[in-house]
């Protein structure tokens, strides 16, 4: 038996357009952000190495979201990695953070161009300081899937994000990305961390930025 209401087709009626305004526990996170220390333990052959690294994150508010009754708000990422003094890529991923205000839920989608993607969940409250999100590889709804090479070499079993935010206005994240690494019998910890601080507010998302247009 499930929660979800027998009318799967009808879209709730008179919420918000302003997502700025109703993103919960993800209001903190909108705008640009950039990160100068970030820590990444990767795998190796002779063992875990230890990478620092330097991160921009931008995260702009979507137009509210509806599967028939349910409601999302939510952010649309994109994460750029850097090792210091380079200029070639680290790290690249996009996708998106949403809230359901109705029952609390967070989803975390992340896309990344070495052919993985996964889907993590979790729940919050509209005012908590910390929320976690988890993925792990058997569930059919909060998943990950990798191109066939990470699969058979480096396989991820399981994603964890853990996001905090502090009282001097910036936000905090602990990452661990547990792998299944060929010829390996323990699991590998793949763990990153930063703190980022804001360089950018968020721009309203289309729909409320077109209602706050004047007709000329």
């Not at 990422?77 to 839920?105: R, S």
Request: charged share 20%; glycine share 8%.
């Amino acid at each position: 038996m499930s929660d979800f209401p027998q009318d799967i087709y009808t879209e709730p009626q008179g919420y918000s357009i302003n997502t700025l305004e109703n993103l919960g526990p993800l209001t903190r996170m909108a705008g640009i952000w950039e990160g100068q220390r970030g820590l990444d333990i990767k795998p190796k052959v002779d063992g875990p190495k230890k990478q620092v690294f330097i991160e921009r994150i931008e995260l702009q508010p979507i137009d509210p979201q509806t599967n028939g009754p349910q409601l999302f708000y939510g952010l649309r990422y994109h994460l750029h990695i850097t090792k210091p003094d380079q200029v070639k890529t680290y790290h690249d991923q996009v996708g998106y953070w949403l809230w359901e205000p109705a029952t609390g839920a967070i989803v975390h989608t992340l896309t990344i161009p070495r052919g993985m993607v996964a889907m993590a969940t979790g729940k919050a409250s509209a005012t908590a300081n910390q929320f976690e999100c988890i993925a792990k590889i058997d569930d059919a709804t909060a998943g990950i899937s990798s191109n066939p090479f990470l699969d058979y070499a480096f396989k991820t079993i399981e994603y964890r994000i853990m996001i905090t935010f502090l009282e001097d206005g910036t936000w905090s994240y602990e990452q661990d990305t547990v792998l299944k690494i060929k010829g390996q019998d323990d699991p590998f910890h793949h763990l990153d961390t930063n703190v980022l601080m804001k360089v950018g507010e968020p721009t309203p998302n289309p729909l409320a930025l077109q209602a706050t247009k004047t007709p000329a």
